[in-house]
């Protein structure tokens, strides 16, 4: 069965710092991954993900993150956080068969000013 | 707006009884998917729908039942609701199988 871990449940970071939001993920054969963010009493928002190609991909709102296929993560990053980014972010993966979008528990962001 | 619409947004009912939640997927898209998001378990799966047929099911308790209809809109039907059941349920809809996912503003259904 494929499955998500997020191992923070909350990153603390200042305003221009970068952050780094952990992710790793086990699925059957090659992952689909993506990364949503959730702001209070909203849906998710997709981000990004990974598909093929490039290990390092770009999304929404200056988000990227890296696809590491030995050590099955897919950590979202940016260079310098925001106080906006602050929300609930959650990694994803889909199998091979397209079945299935299994998330992650989720890690709250903190942006402090 | 990511395109899925839900219906109720909000639910408040009583136990025992039977509600249905609506979904409206983005114009093209044939993956259909419920989830219920409770204040400490998450995102969890409940079942997937792909161009009218069932596709995977997760989680999902036998007092909840799905269906997607020929339009592609689908229905979620929880019945004998128990405290427990109060959470916010979300949509998502994707184009294809291995396509981004777009998820609804959620209906927040809560059981007295």
């Known amino acids: 069965a494929q499955s998500v871990a997020q191992p923070e449940d909350q990153v603390n970071v200042a305003e221009g710092n970068p952050l780094t939001v952990k992710c790793t993920y086990s699925?059957?054969?090659?992952?689909?991954l993506f990364w949503y963010v959730q702001y209070p009493n909203r849906g998710l928002q997709f981000l990004l993900k990974y598909i093929t190609g490039d290990n390092l991909v770009k999304g929404s709102y200056g988000f990227e993150a890296e696809f590491n296929k030995s050590q099955t993560s897919f950590h979202l990053k940016k260079p310098s956080a925001l106080v906006s980014d602050s929300a609930l972010y959650f990694c994803a993966v889909r199998d091979n068969a397209g079945n299935m979008l299994t998330f992650g528990g989720g890690t709250r962001l903190m942006v402090k000013p | 707006d990511s395109g899925v619409t839900q219906t109720p947004k909000h639910l408040i009912t009583a136990t025992g009884q039977r509600v249905t939640l609506r979904c409206s997927p983005r114009?093209?898209?044939?993956?259909v998917y419920w989830y219920q998001q409770s204040l400490d378990q998450g995102l969890q799966f409940l079942i997937q729908?792909?161009?009218?047929?069932?596709?995977a099911k997760g989680n999902i308790l036998e007092r909840f039942s799905a269906q997607q209809f020929p339009d592609l809109h689908s229905e979620l039907n929880l019945s004998s609701l128990e405290l427990g059941d109060s959470a916010l349920y979300f949509c998502?809809?994707?184009?294809?199988?291995?396509?981004?996912?777009?998820f609804g503003q959620g209906t927040r259904l809560t059981v007295v």
């Open positions: 699925v059957s054969g090659n992952p689909y």
């Open positions: 998502a809809s994707s184009e294809g199988m291995n396509t981004e996912a777009f």
């Open positions: 729908y792909y161009n009218g047929e069932e596709r």
């Open positions: 114009s093209g898209d044939l993956s």
